[in-house]
T-cell receptor, first 111, second 116 residues
Framework: GESVGLHLPTLSVQEGDNSIINCAYSNSASDYFIWYKQESGKGPQFIIDIRSNMDKRQGQRVTVLLNKTVKHLSLQIAATQPGDSAVYFCAETYTGNQFYFGTGTSLTVIP | DAGVTQSPTHLIKTRGQQVTLRCSPKSGHDTVSWYQQALGQGPQFIFQYYEEEERQRGNFPDRFSGHQFPNYSSELNVNALLLGDSALYLC???????????????FGAGSRLTVL
């Protein structure tokens, strides 16, 4: 099966600091990656995506970096806010239909 | 604009029973995927429906079946429930089309199934 994992299951940061959430993937054929945020009692919410022909993509306060050489994905959140507290998942696909999700990293923002 | 809606939000069943979960996709989406999320885990792909047919299936037994209707809504059926089927069942819709972001899944809040 696929292996999409995260390096750290939990992460605590001070409000205003930057957060970095990491993800390793195992399938070199994966060509599309998405980061999702899941708050308690809700479904995953799209944050940002990146295709394999890119190394970096920026959104509002978020940046995703893709290193295909080592099959590593990271999500950077600038000026982390209490509302960013949630579980973050990376997801990969090579079929475009089936996404493989990691276990998730729980981010806690300390006010 | 309504997003993905799922029903019921919570339900309790006993082993051996059958359950049907329902999903209405986001307006404009034509593809529905179902995921199972066990507590503390990431979502696991069950299957995807497009044009009323199962397009792709994950590693789930035949007890899990589905259907997509002409209006793109979908149902997930699980027969002969086991304790291990207790999970959050997520429906996600997307648009099958070329172009950036076409594959982005929009998730519903899920249906929490407890099997006793």
């Amino acid at each position: 099966g696929e292996s999409v994992g995260l390096h750290l299951p939990t992460l605590s940061v001070q409000e205003g600091d930057n957060s970095i959430i990491n993800c390793a993937y195992s399938n070199s054929a994966s060509d599309y990656f998405i980061w999702y945020k899941q708050e308690s009692g809700k479904g995953p919410q799209f944050i940002i995506d990146i295709r394999s022909n890119m190394d970096k993509r920026q959104g509002q306060r978020v940046t995703v970096l893709l290193n295909k050489t080592v099959k590593h994905l990271s999500l950077q959140i600038a000026a982390t806010q209490p509302g960013d507290s949630a579980v973050y998942f990376c997801a990969e696909t090579y079929t475009g239909n089936q996404f493989y999700f990691g276990t998730g990293t729980s981010l806690t923002v300390i006010p | 604009d309504a997003g993905v809606t799922q029903s019921p939000t919570h339900l309790i069943k006993t082993r051996g029973q059958q359950v049907t979960l329902r999903c209405s996709p986001k307006s404009g989406h034509d593809t529905v995927s179902w995921y199972q999320q066990a507590l503390g885990q990431g979502p696991q792909f069950i299957f995807q429906y497009y044009e009323e047919e199962e397009r792709q299936r994950g590693n789930f037994p035949d007890r899990f079946s589905g259907h997509q209707f002409p209006n793109y809504s979908s149902e997930l059926n699980v027969n002969a429930l086991l304790l291990g089927d207790s999970a959050l069942y997520l429906c996600a819709s997307s648009l099958t089309a070329r172009g950036p972001g076409a594959n982005v899944l929009t998730f519903g809040a899920g249906s929490r199934l407890t099997v006793l």
